[in-house]
């Protein structure tokens, strides 16, 4: 598509991004049927094209994403140095997408519509006004009635005191190895045995086969470190599960902020924040995809139940008591990062693998919660409770 920048072409919906919040969004936009009168850019400077990640998520019933998933695990490993325990997750299934399955997937899904442009151009400028949204970007300008930004600005979270920000930071590596070393039947959820030097640090494997897997070094602290850190810890791993000759098929890396930031305050009537951008990822374990897939759903229910002419996006979100439990395990981890394998252990050591799943889905009862948070140390939530709600000054 041509556009002359004295032109100011409009569109009912743009999303500034396409990462997986826009790209689920609009793909169920689609499904639900009721949106083909409406036209939508998906502006992005990246074209999805490569395979730059890996979504993991359990589930205990098929979803619409199941054609795309790569690998079902029905156990997963929990270790830390002193235990190891064989998680029996049923019901539930934990899935493995590849990024670049699903980019494909949806992409192609809405190829098909002519209400559907994307463009790559890289998004400049956002300006709301009273009727509309002017968009700029570096070759163009846009307006819409309505827009969902998913790009995330770093200050907003970093540039404030009050909630504490981490980052879920690694390195993957998937690795073939000459040996069988792997047990394919079995994801290592968290194997908090290796050195944890001040933080919160484990490994994370994803097995495809006796000799395939991703393997994830992965830390929950505020800095990141230098990129040969994470890869020396790997081949150390590597060498002590016995691969000693191996080849690097892919690397991937990534770095997602841990906050209960209140991004949805920068929502407003015209313009909603999404994923990332939007606090739509899991503050506690920084999990996306499963929360995307749920914040997504009721945000067609959302644009469906208000016409337009009500509809105001800062009315979209509603915080929970799991937003607060995620707080209190942020200020702990934030004072106290080398805490983190003590929390987790205790929490995996005896607890019901399907009822922390369903808890970190937060879809347990008030009940349910309290059985799930008794596993927890009691004294580090209790100091991290009182910091929050006798020591604020709000």
Not at 6 to 13: A, L, P, V
Not at 195 to 200: C, L, M, S, V, Y
Not at 235 to 256: C, F, P
Not at 303 to 320: A, I
């Amino acid at each position: 598509m041509n556009m002359h920048s004295s032109q100011i072409k409009h569109f009912d919906y743009i999303f500034t991004g396409t990462g997986l919040s826009a790209l689920m969004t609009v793909y169920k936009m689609i499904l639900s049927g009721k949106f083909n009168d409406k036209s939508i850019l998906l502006l992005d400077a990246n074209t999805k094209q490569t395979n730059d990640r890996t979504w993991c998520f359990w589930s205990e019933k098929e979803t619409i994403w199941d054609s795309i998933v790569s690998k079902k695990w029905d156990s997963a490993l929990f270790a830390d140095q002193d235990f190891k325990r064989d998680l029996d997750i049923r019901p539930y299934q934990y899935n493995q997408i590849k990024g670049l399955d699903f980019y494909r997937f949806v992409l192609k899904a809405l190829l098909k519509h002519s209400n559907i442009t994307f463009l790559t151009d890289k998004v400049t400028d956002i300006n709301e006004l009273d009727t509309h949204v002017y968009v700029g970007t570096e070759d163009n300008r846009y307006t819409c009635s309505y827009l969902f930004n998913s790009i995330y600005t770093k200050a907003f979270a970093e540039n404030q005191f009050r909630y504490p920000v981490l980052q879920q930071h690694f390195v993957g590596w998937l690795v073939k190895s000459r040996v069988e070393i792997f047990n394919q039947n079995q994801a290592t959820f968290m194997d908090f045995s290796v050195e944890q030097k001040g933080n919160t640090r484990f490994m994370y494997v994803l097995p495809m086969s006796k000799t395939e897997a991703l393997v994830e070094y992965t830390l929950f602290s505020e800095k990141v470190l230098p990129n040969d850190v994470y890869e020396t810890e790997i081949q150390n791993y590597l060498k002590n599960l016995g691969a000693t000759d191996y080849e690097i098929l892919e690397k991937e890396q990534g770095s997602i902020p841990m906050s209960c930031f209140p991004f949805w305050k920068r929502n407003t009537k015209r313009v909603l924040n999404i994923g990332t951008a939007g606090g739509w990822t899991k503050a506690s374990t920084g999990y996306t995809f499963k929360n995307a897939d749920k914040k997504s759903t009721k945000l067609v229910a959302f644009l469906l139940e208000n016409p337009s002419t009500l509809l105001k996006m800062k009315d979209f979100h509603k915080k929970s008591r799991f937003w607060f439990y995620d707080l209190l395990l942020l200020d702990i981890l934030y004072r106290h990062n080398e805490s983190g394998n003590r929390i987790f252990s205790s929490l995996f050591r005896k607890g019901n693998p399907a009822l922390i799943f369903k808890f970190l889905d937060e879809e347990t009862t008030v009940l349910q919660d309290v059985k799930v948070v008794l596993k927890c140390p009691k004294i580090p939530f209790l100091n991290a409770l009182f910091g929050r709600v006798f020591l604020s000054n709000k």
